[in-house]
């Protein structure tokens, strides 16, 4: 017995350093919306996640099954099938580990995002619902806009069913970070793929914050206020700089699905035991009086979102650029209680 104790201490740093070892865990996922313009190319980057064992492509239409037909093709591990109509949802969500929701309309040009609200806030409470119902321990990435009010309708969906747990929701705001990360180092250089620049209050408009003077690394020579300014206001205006480039043919859809998937790949491994996976999402927070729930870094592990980091220092424009989309954040959260409440 000695002997094997030894041998296993041996092992025991080779098992550490094996780079495949993170990989070992396969998690089921289901995709809610999989014959859409963000389902599907987010569908087969999910079939080519290595920590994704058992995909479920679930859609309205039937086209969910010649999408699970065509992404099954691709070789990776990940069982693919597809589910269609509300008598396959449950089936679908069966022992799910994470769920991504990016069911509902997309804007059109001079739409708000809150425009969408009328269809897509019944859409999201009832896929909700389902989840409450059959995967209760999943965790939800929410797409589905206006995602500052259906997070918080997710939310009271959750609380009617007794299963909310704040760690297990989170509105994908990572598209915003994308954005930055690509529009900062185009203008100031650096590396897209490395730069870190939080994006921090809401997912519409001003309620999208940039954190310009957190960059790292810092841009030489670092942002004048006219560069701040203006590389906020594209970050802000990124979604409807590609619904006026669509020209009414739909919204960000596969800049979105890169978006969607780098962010379930992060929770995956947090899920995996990973430790220090950082990303920007809308969880529920404490950070800002007023805001029930608030994007910023959060550090993801087993449970979900372990932990909701602070802001940081803000620069003077960004302390106001706060202070100005708290009334709009704050109106949008409550107008997603206010229906969930009345219509649950
Ligand atoms: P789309 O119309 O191309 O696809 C939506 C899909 O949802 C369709 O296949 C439709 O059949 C399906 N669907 C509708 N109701 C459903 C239901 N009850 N159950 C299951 N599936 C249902 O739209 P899209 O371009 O993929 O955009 C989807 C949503 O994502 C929109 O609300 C859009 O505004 C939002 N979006 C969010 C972000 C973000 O950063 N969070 C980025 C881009 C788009
Ligand atoms: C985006 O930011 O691209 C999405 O929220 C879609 C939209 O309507 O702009």
């Known amino acids: 017995n000695r002997r094997v104790a030894k041998l296993a201490a041996h092992l025991q740093p080779q098992i550490r350093r094996d780079p495949t070892a993170a990989h070992k865990a396969g998690f089921t996922v289901a995709v809610l919306g999989a014959a859409g313009g963000i389902g599907q190319p987010l569908s ?8 994704v064992a058992d995909l479920r492509l679930y859609d309205v239409v039937p086209l969910a099954a010649g999408v699970a037909a065509d992404v099954s093709h691709v070789n990776s591990r990940a069982d693919t099938r597809g589910f269609h109509g509300p008598s396959q949802l449950p089936l679908a969500l069966e022992g799910c580990d994470l769920v991504v929701i990016p069911a509902g309309v997309p804007r059109k040009p001079g739409m708000t995002r ?12 009832d896929l909700v619902a389902a989840c409450a ?7 939800l990435n929410v797409i589905s806009n206006p995602v500052n009010s259906t997070v918080p309708i997710a939310a009271e969906v959750l609380k009617d069913a007794g299963v909310y747990d704040p760690r297990r ?22 590396d897209p793929n490395t730069i870190d620049i939080p994006v921090v209050g809401g997912h519409a ?14 841009p030489k020579g670092g942002f004048t206020a006219e560069e701040a300014r203006a590389l906020t206001h594209r970050i802000q205006n990124g979604g409807t700089e590609v619904v006026d480039a669509k020209a009414g043919a739909g919204s960000a859809t596969l800049s ?5 998937a780098e962010f379930a790949h992060s929770v995956l491994r947090g899920l ?6 950082l990303e920007h999402a809308f969880v529920e927070s404490r950070l800002v009086p007023g805001c029930a729930f608030f994007a910023s870094k959060v550090r993801l592990g ?32 409550r107008k997603g209680f206010d229906f969930a409440r009345a219509s649950i």
């Open 256 to 260: 979105m699905a890169a978006a969607a």
């Open 205 to 218: 408009g001003v309620t999208i914050l940039p954190l310009l003077s957190q960059t790292r690394p810092f």
């Open 133 to 139: 119902k059959t995967c209760p321990n999943a965790v």
């Open 169 to 190: 929701l989170m509105g994908v705001t990572h598209l915003d970070v994308m954005r930055a990360r690509t529009f900062v180092s185009r203008s100031k250089g650096g």
């Open 114 to 125: 809150d425009d969408l609200f009328n269809i897509n806030a019944g859409i999201v409470r």
């Open 272 to 277: 995996n035991g990973e430790r220090n996976v």
């Open 302 to 333: 087993r449970v979900g979102v372990e932990k909701v980091l602070g802001l940081g220092k803000l620069s003077d424009a960004e302390a106001a650029g706060l202070k100005a989309l708290t009334p709009e954040l704050s109106a949008s959260i």
């Open 44 to 51: 087969l980057l999910l079939k080519r996640c290595p920590l």
